[in-house]
């Protein structure tokens, strides 16, 4: 049996104002009906204008995806009666969208690259908000949301399984948020997914098209997808599919599966013809040109590129690729490590700054992520600056803090942003180095503890290691472990 999955993705531009008319984009928390004039409610006699950084916010997603932006496209209205949709149709795209065709690379995991066909991207206005009131014989229309920008783009049937579908959306929106364009956040609504599936049976019978909606996180598609698969694939196996009909469905998370809405619109339902409001869009070569500038360096490039620049193996650089911010964030303290050396005439070798680099990584995706999450923040929102991130590594790397007080200053940077320097000397964290100082507390322990001593002297090297123990309490866990430990073993030899 082989499953054919095509994606529907919305994604709601980052634009300051509406699609057609100047009220300002808002979030979902503000007063109900605040943002809103005659042209987004609809009222007869307005005109609506298209927002210009929308349109090349989509002309930017066409070029970034390798895709077409034709000489010529227009806008539609979308007929449907909904108390959503003031004006009894929405402003979409239809026959001439802004993109055509392109393509996104995916990575499922544990599976080699896959390129997924792009049909198009179109431009389209957001419906208003309905709320239903329990028990109540009324519904409640919130209008702020009516009319904000959303891009469409639709794939061909190209993912054969949940997670390349997972993995789509995944790149696609990491693409998005490379160009700026969407925040592209699924539990805002931002980003939002339908699937199309269906399943080919090896003699030719196959499963009619469903169309699943509401699935709200990655791992809502994956679930979806899944339970959706295995009802066809049954269907054909029973060789009951002539029951299937070709419908919308719902995906429930708290049950755990997909319930019919609807049977599918078809385009004949929705009566299609163009908007004779606007004038079509007629970009010159030498606009897509332009625009064609402004597209930063994308996910693929950049793994690519920290994997041979930085020597970071492919899963790590996939890591720090994943999200734009933590790419942006570890390039800046990369800059500031160099520009540490050069400030402090340090001429690093290639190895030392390589070694440097590991180290900010490691810390950049084990620690700070943790604080992070704990702390339920975005990269975006992180406090400590990449000046400060770069100065705590060098400190790491030269030695002056030992692993706990490491955990220390950084949880106070993370906290109050503070500069590490700060931290170590306000909490005498230092890490003590100082072979007089070492000396004094080594000779200490050795005059209290004569039996481990002699342990040491016939050879057992657990003995050793509780000396560096009581060396490390002495004091007050500042001593340097590594050189506490060659002084104890030098002291102890003959
Ligand atoms: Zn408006």
Known sequence: MQTLIGLEIHAQLATKTKMFCGCPTVSDDQEPNTSVCPVCLGLPGSLPVPNQAAVQMAMRVGLAIGGTVPAFSKFDRKNYFYPDLPKGYQISQYDKPVVEGGSVLIAAAGQPPKKVRMIRVHLEEDAAKSTHLDQSDFTLVDFNRGGTPLIESVT???????????????????????????????????????????????????????????????????????????????????????????????????????????????????????????????????????????????????????????????????????????????????????????????????????????????????????????????????RITPENFAEFVTIVQAGVLNSSAAQVVLADMFINGSDPSTVIKDQNLAQVSDTAVLDEAIAAVIKANPQPVEDVKAGKTQALQFLVGMVMRQTKGKANPGLVLEMLQKKLKS
Do not use: C
């Not at 269906?198 to 709200?216: F, Y």
């Open 156 to 382: 061909e049937p190209d993912m054969q399984t949940p997670q390349e579908a997972k993995a789509f959306v995944a790149a696609y929106r990491s693409i998005l948020r490379y160009l700026k364009v969407s925040s592209a956040d699924m539990e805002k609504g931002q980003l939002r997914v339908d699937a199309n599936i269906n399943v080919l049976a090896e003699d030719g019978r196959k499963t009619p098209i469903t169309e699943i909606k509401n699935m709200n996180s990655l791992r809502a598609i994956e679930r979806a997808l899944s339970y959706e698969i295995k009802r066809h694939t049954t269907a054909l196996e029973e060789g009951s599919e002539s029951t299937l009909i070709k419908e919308t469905r719902g995906w429930d998370e708290g049950r755990g599966e997909t319930r019919s809405q609807r049977s599918k619109e078809i385009a004949a339902d929705y009566r299609y013809f163009p908007e004779p409001d606007i004038p079509p869009l007629e970009p010159s070569r030498a606009t897509i040109n332009e625009l064609a500038r402004t597209i930063p360096e994308l996910p693929d490039k950049r793994l690519q590129r920290f994997m041979d620049e930085y020597e970071l193996a492919p899963k790590i650089a996939g890591q720090l690729v994943a999200d734009v911010a933590v790419a942006e964030y570890f390039e800046n303290v990369v800059s500031e490590l160099d520009g540490w050396a050069q400030a402090n005439n340090k001429k690093l070798t290639k190895a030392e700054r390589i070694k440097l680099i590991a180290s900010a990584v490691n810390w950049i995706l084990v620690e700070l992520t943790k604080h992070l999450n704990k702390a339920e923040l975005r990269m975006q929102e992180v």
